[in-house]
C-alpha cells in the first residue's frame, strides 16, 4: 500500500511558479512510477507529467512540456512538481499518482494505469 500527500499549492499570479511535493508513505516507492495529473474547473482529470521508478525518463503533456519539470528521489521517497510560467488555465487541482510496475521503463499516461492517489492541492493561477 501507498500513502500519497501532496503539498505546495497555492496561489500565484500569471508568470510565477509553484513546486508541488509529493511524499509517498512505503518503502515500496521505488516499485512505482509515479505521475502527476489535474482536474480544473468543470473538467476531467487529465494527465499532466510522469517519471519512470528509476527517474530516468519523464514524459509531459503538451499543454505544459517545456514549463513544467517532474523528478524524483527514491531514497526520500518523494516526487516533484516544478511549474514555471504559469497560466490561468494551469488552474487545477493537481493529484499525485504512483503505478506499481517492475520495469524501469514503464511510463504510464492513463488514469486507469495508477494504482494510488493522493487527496489532491489546489493550484491557482490569476491573470
Known amino acids: 500500500q501507498v500513502q500519497l500527500v501532496e503539498s505546495g499549492g497555492g496561489l500565484v499570479q500569471a508568470g510565477g511558479s509553484l513546486t508541488l511535493s509529493c511524499a509517498a508513505s512505503a518503502r515500496t516507492f521505488t516499485g512505482n512510477a509515479m505521475g502527476w495529473f489535474r482536474r480544473a474547473p468543470g473538467k476531467e482529470r487529465e494527465f499532466v507529467a510522469a517519471?519512470?521508478?528509476?527517474?530516468?525518463?519523464?514524459y509531459y503533456a503538451d499543454s505544459v512540456k517545456g514549463r513544467f519539470a517532474i523528478s524524483r528521489d527514491n531514497a526520500k521517497a518523494a516526487v516533484w512538481l516544478q511549474m514555471n510560467s504559469l497560466k490561468p488555465e494551469d488552474t487545477a487541482v493537481y493529484y499525485c499518482?504512483?503505478?506499481?510496475?517492475?520495469?524501469?521503463?514503464?511510463?504510464?499516461?492513463?488514469?486507469?494505469?495508477?494504482?494510488?492517489w493522493g487527496q489532491g492541492t489546489q493550484v491557482t493561477v490569476s491573470s
Open positions: 499518482a504512483a503505478a506499481r510496475t517492475t520495469s524501469s521503463r514503464y511510463l504510464p499516461k492513463e488514469e486507469y494505469e495508477y494504482d494510488y
Open positions: 517519471v519512470t521508478w528509476s527517474g530516468g525518463s519523464t
